[in-house]
């Protein structure tokens, strides 16, 4: 009894000694219980949900002004946030998306010098530049999302969003005057699809029920409209809803998206969702001028479809079906039957990625996760042959796939910035840019680091591949900072990209940079992606542990160095990876994190992601969502590294409170003596379009790592 005493006093007085050393904002603890099929759950920081309370909106504020006290006093802070600058403007002028309507490009430019990007056309490649929108000029903290330009080349359709928030107005300008037209589209998210009609006189869009990220209408049930330009928005025709259409069976989570085909013969809707297997229908364009589309099914999730094209009378499509690696076939648009389909790429041990068109072509990457071939496929031949790009990350696009074969390239690695290159998929005519190209010049970062792909065994055996990045002056003693970072979700791949300013500054700071190409990705295929969801999540996380160890057993790094980052959905991998290890890292980053899964379809964003994580109505899931739920697992009186939780108060995907509780239950439970910080900013949501935005929060968060680290030239000014 007396142990048992003396080793809770000692848990007492550990807390207090942290509690003692940073004085947190106040947080109570308000327990509330939940029952979930016999595994009961008790939430103390439930409270903090509710974002409309002015206690809680205090608290945040509260949590933001602690933290930057501390972090804005960061010796060497300032220096990150202008070299990420100076790097910046090394590469020249950045160009964002092109788009070609006869022989004028328009294209969104980010000047050295700026921190956002403005829209601009010329006459030609090399013809004069004329600015066509500052979203200055609009309203501050306005940036351009994406944008679309009419058949008839008179009208330009963009999106515009404020401080992150992701929900934008569709403008519409007249490009004859440079002016804007009295209708607004409003509200839309960020990445939907909208589209001239091929007449140039109305545009269709998809409109989210509210704009309201905190509203539980928030992402539900959404109407694909036909606007006709020039008349009031309230009367724009419903082309497909959950509402209008109940025989699509559209879920009110799901998103359904309005293209067309190149040709304009047919009109598709995508009923979107985190799923990456499409779910579509299609009709002929004669049905866009009726009272209600006849859709007809198209692409149904049995399909196991992820990307698909139509040309003339064929539509190629991407599938896992029967195949992980993928395949690539064709079936008659006239009598769509992909189970009979014709194949025209097999399945092989290399992964087939991306499927892309242009006019009278479609292309694909063929990947042995570093480096991606690109092959293009003559649609009407079928000829199938490679385009000369250089070995590396090879990813492009068309400038206008309905009117030409013109594309252009990117060949980049970790420490090699991006070389653009223009196709021509006719001519096999390949050169490097000139034009619409940055005019920078970096120095040879290659010089000066090393990168090596190696894969390493996980908790099961399985091999996961590592990219590591390190100066060649280190010592392979364990003394050197490793920033190791994942995602591990929705397969989505992390290949070989240029890291970009932010991270060279930290490689700049004798720091090691490595890229966790775990499960739940899709670097290996589509098992790669389904053995990191659901029940299999765990994987997630246990590989990024087994890659971490990796470097700490190494001695590229050690236990006092390491820092571990998630970002949004890796908020589960960084978020299980401390509390499953606590003692492997002595700094974890998350970024805008999901870090409280078993609240998450709670959340306007939560049924979202049913998909890849499962339901809280299903008993099974509920399992698997508690595992994966890193708030449920922090214990009292456990040491936990230190934590730098960032978020955005304008995030419509990852809602505030989730960072919140995480920050809130760490700052109390952990007996360490490493700070928890919560970053909050109030001009960004889950992610910001303004460089100066984004590289201020970068900057805060690597200035923390280093001083953790023990780097001298990162520590707190008396």
């Not at 006189?201 to 606007?227: E, W």
């Not at 970072?485 to 991270?503: C, I, K, N, R």
Request: glycine share 6%.
């Amino acid at each position: 009894m007396i142990k048992k005493t003396t080793f809770a006093f000692l848990l007492f007085v550990a807390s207090q000694i942290s509690q003692a050393q940073y004085k947190y904002p106040s947080t109570p603890e308000r327990p509330v219980t939940d029952d979930y099929f016999g595994t009961k759950i008790t939430d103390s920081y439930r409270w903090l949900e509710d974002m409309n309370n002015p206690e809680v909106q205090k608290w945040f504020k509260d949590e933001s002004d602690y933290t930057n006290s501390i972090v804005k006093t960061i010796s060497g802070r300032d220096i990150l946030f202008n070299r990420m600058k100076e790097i910046q403007a090394l590469g020249g002028d950045s160009y964002g998306f092109i788009k070609q309507v006869g022989d004028i490009y328009y294209y969104t430019k980010n000047k050295k010098e700026e921190s956002i990007y403005k829209l601009y056309s010329r006459k030609g490649k090399s013809g004069a530049e004329i600015l066509l929108i500052d979203p200055n000029t609009i309203k501050k903290g306005a940036t351009i999302t994406t944008f679309n330009i009419s058949p008839d080349n008179k009208k330009l359709a963009v999106s515009i969003s404020e401080d992150g928030a992701e929900v934008c107005d569709i403008k519409i300008m007249n490009l004859e005057s440079k002016t804007f037209l009295a209708d607004r589209l409003t509200p839309v998210w960020s990445e939907f699809n909208f589209e001239f009609t091929p007449d140039s006189k109305a545009i269709t869009y998809t409109q989210m029920a509210t704009g309201d990220n905190k509203s539980d209408d928030f992402l539900k049930n959404m109407k694909s409209l036909l606007h006709v330009i020039g008349t009031d928005p309230k009367t724009d025709k419903i082309l497909a809803s959950k509402a209008n259409n109940p025989e699509l069976t559209i879920l009110k989570e799901q998103f359904p998206e309005i293209s067309f085909s190149n040709d304009y013969s047919h009109i598709i809707l995508n009923i979107g969702s985190t799923k990456n297997e499409e779910f579509s229908f299609y009709a002929s364009i004669s049905e866009l001028s009726k009272s209600k589309i006849n859709w007809k099914p198209l692409i149904k999730y049995e399909d196991e479809i992820t990307a698909s094209h139509i040309i003339g009378d064929k539509i190629f499509f991407l599938t896992h079906k029967n195949a992980p690696n993928f395949k690539i076939g064709y079936t008659s648009l006239k009598n769509p039957d992909f189970n009979n389909a014709v194949i025209l790429v097999p399945e092989n041990d290399k992964v087939i990625r991306k499927l892309r068109k242009s006019k009278n072509f479609v292309y694909y990457n063929l990947s042995d996760g570093i480096n991606q071939e690109i092959f293009q496929v003559n649609a009407k031949t079928l000829e199938t042959k490679p385009i000369p790009l250089p070995m590396g990350s090879n990813a492009g696009y068309a400038l206008n796939p309905r009117q030409n074969d013109d594309l252009i390239f990117f060949n980049s690695s970790w420490v090699t910035p991006s070389t653009d290159y223009d196709y021509n998929s006719v001519t096999g005519k390949l050169v490097k840019s000139t034009q619409l190209t940055s005019n920078g010049a970096f120095p040879d970062f290659g010089k000066d680091y090393i990168v090596k792909e190696i894969e390493v065994p996980s908790h099961d055996g399985v091999m996961v591949p590592l990219s590591i990045i390190y100066p060649k002056n280190i010592k392979m003693d364990g003394s050197t900072p490793c920033y190791i970072t994942g995602y591990g979700g929705y397969g989505v791949s992390q290949y070989p990209h240029f890291v970009g300013p932010a991270l060279m500054t930290l490689l700049e700071q004798n720091t090691i940079v490595a890229f966790a190409h775990i499960r739940g990705g899709g670097e290996k295929g589509n098992k790669w992606h389904t053995d990191g969801m659901k029940a299999k999540k765990p994987n997630t996380w246990k590989d990024f542990i087994a890659c971490s160890e990796y470097l700490v057993n190494e001695k590229y790094t050690s236990k006092e160095k390491l820092i571990g980052n998630g970002i949004s959905m890796g908020g589960v991998l960084i978020g299980r990876s401390i509390t499953e290890r606590p003692d492997l890292y002595k700094v974890a980053l998350v970024e805008v994190g999901c870090t409280n899964t078993i609240r998450m379809e709670t959340t306007p964003n939560g049924p979202n992601q049913i998909p890849e994580i499962g339901t809280l109505k299903n008993e099974e899931d509920v399992k698997h969502i508690l595992e994966m739920d890193a708030q449920s697992k922090v214990k009292k009186g456990v040491k936990y590294p230190a934590v730098l939780i960032r978020t955005g108060i304008n995030d419509p995907r990852v809602t505030p409170w989730e960072p919140g509780k995480f920050a809130a239950i760490l700052q109390n439970y952990s007996s360490s003596q490493n700070p928890v910080l919560l970053h909050v900013n109030y001009v960004n949501g889950h992610h910001s379009s303004d460089l100066d935005v984004t590289f201020n929060d970068e900057a805060d968060m690597y200035a923390f790592a280093l001083w953790q680290t023990g780097n001298p030239k990162f520590q707190i000014q008396k």
